[in-house]
Nanobody, 123 residues
Framework: EVQLVESGGGLVQAAGSLKLSCAASGFTFDDYAIGWFRQAPGKEREGVSCISNDGRTYYADSVKGRFTVSSDNAKNMVYLQMNSLKPEDTAVYYC?????????????????WGQGTQVTVSS
């Protein structure tokens, strides 16, 4: 059973930084992708970033140059470093597992989801 647990969310001022973590287990770490999605109040969930086991990455245009996704396969962890945060980055952030690389921002490609972590950016 795939299990994903996010952590690292919180309240930060605009221009600040946060690092989200996703602890992953229950799947083979040689052919997968982990995506980061977010959902702001009143909005649909959107893909933010993704990393696959072969190191390929994806970033939404809205976060390019500010967010960096990384993984530590030895620790079964995926991270999302978020810099230069803006109030519009406020959302619940989720990590999700996709069987097989490459990356995707298409929600139905991802079969397992974490519970989410709240990120709030104040102006």
């Amino acid at each position: 059973e795939v299990q994903l647990v996010e952590s690292g969310g919180g309240l930060v001022q605009a221009a600040g930084s946060l690092k989200l973590s996703c602890a992953a287990s229950g799947f083979t770490f040689d052919d997968y992708a982990i995506g980061w999605f977010r959902q702001a109040p009143g909005k649909e969930r959107e893909g933010v970033s993704c990393i696959s086991n072969d190191g390929r990455t994806y970033y939404a245009d809205s976060v390019k140059g500010r967010f960096t996704v990384s993984s530590d396969n030895a620790k079964n962890m995926v991270y999302l470093q978020m810099n230069s945060l803006k109030p519009e980055d406020t959302a619940v952030y989720y990590c999700a597992h996709k069987i097989g690389a490459p990356c995707s921002d298409y929600e139905p490609d991802f079969g397992s989801w974490g519970q989410g972590t709240q990120v709030t950016v104040s102006s």
